[in-house]
């Protein structure tokens, strides 16, 4: 195994570390373990490129990785009041429409490459910071203008959340009326 493939193998692995040090209550050391799966995030394709090291393995598994740290970390702190339910139904929801759109692109024999949009990757970075501040927030009171922004970041993430998945949703139609093999008409 590549060191870009086991660092994101370490991201799969501290997904279920988070979570459960979340319900235990011990914020700060979900924190520290949220910073590591950040930072293993950003170098695996960096390291992937530098080192020559893409692999057909990777790129599965690297947007797997993702989605397994944003799922949990969002449903983990709705269920104990650090980030609104409502934001964590928006963002989940976006990646199950995502999800259901490729396996309908799938069976429909549509050619796909899945690249994300400058959009996407927008909405990625405030996924991350919500969770990021969520988790300073449960560490200790850092005061009214920290909950402030943080009420604000969770608004733009959301409304991010929503652009970014209309933005697939739109690219998965295009795909379909562009002449993708579907099932045969009678």
Same mark, same amino acid.
């Given at each position: 195994?590549?060191?870009?493939?086991?660092?994101?193998?370490? $991201? @799969?692995? #501290? /997904?279920? =570390?988070?979570?459960?040090?979340?319900?235990?209550?011990?914020? &700060?050391? +979900?924190?520290?373990?949220? /910073?590591?799966?950040? =930072?293993?995030?950003?170098? *695996?394709? %960096?390291?992937? $490129?530098?080192?020559?090291?893409?692999? =057909?393995?990777? &790129?599965?598994? *690297?947007?797997?990785?993702?989605?397994?740290?944003?799922?949990?970390?969002?449903?983990?702190?709705?269920?104990?009041? +650090?980030?609104?339910?409502?934001?964590?139904?928006?963002?989940?929801?976006?990646?199950?429409?995502?999800?259901? !759109?490729?396996?309908?692109?799938? #069976?429909?024999?549509? *050619?796909?490459? @899945?690249?994300?949009?400058?959009?996407?990757?927008?909405?990625?970075?405030?996924?991350?910071?919500?969770?990021?501040?969520? #988790?300073?927030?449960?560490?200790?009171?850092?005061?009214?203008? =920290?909950?402030?922004?943080?009420?604000?970041?969770?608004? #733009?993430?959301?409304?991010?959340?929503?652009?970014?998945?209309?933005?697939?949703? %739109?690219?998965?139609?295009?795909? @379909?009326? !562009?002449? !993708?093999?579907?099932?045969?008409?009678?």
């Amino acid at each position: 195994m590549n060191i870009p493939n086991a660092l994101t193998v370490l $991201r @799969i692995v #501290l /997904v279920p =570390v988070i979570v459960i040090l979340l319900i235990q209550g011990q914020y &700060a050391k +979900a924190l520290v373990c949220f /910073v590591i799966a950040g =930072v293993t995030d950003g170098l *695996d394709g %960096l390291l992937a $490129r530098i080192l020559n090291q893409k692999t =057909v393995v990777g &790129a599965y598994l *690297d947007p797997v990785a993702d989605k397994a740290l944003v799922i949990s970390m969002f449903t983990t702190l709705a269920i104990i009041g +650090a980030v609104p339910g409502w934001l964590a139904v928006v963002v989940i929801s976006r990646d199950c429409i995502i999800l259901g !759109g490729i396996l309908v692109l799938t #069976l429909m024999s549509v *050619d796909l490459e @899945i690249n994300p949009s400058y959009v996407s990757k927008i909405n990625t970075t405030l996924q991350l910071a919500s969770i990021f501040f969520a #988790l300073v927030l449960k560490v200790g009171d850092t005061g009214k203008s =920290v909950r402030e922004a943080f009420s604000v970041l969770c608004w #733009l993430t959301a409304a991010f959340t929503v652009i970014s998945g209309g933005d697939y949703i %739109l690219r998965g139609m295009k795909l @379909i009326g !562009g002449g !993708g093999a579907g099932p045969e008409k009678t």
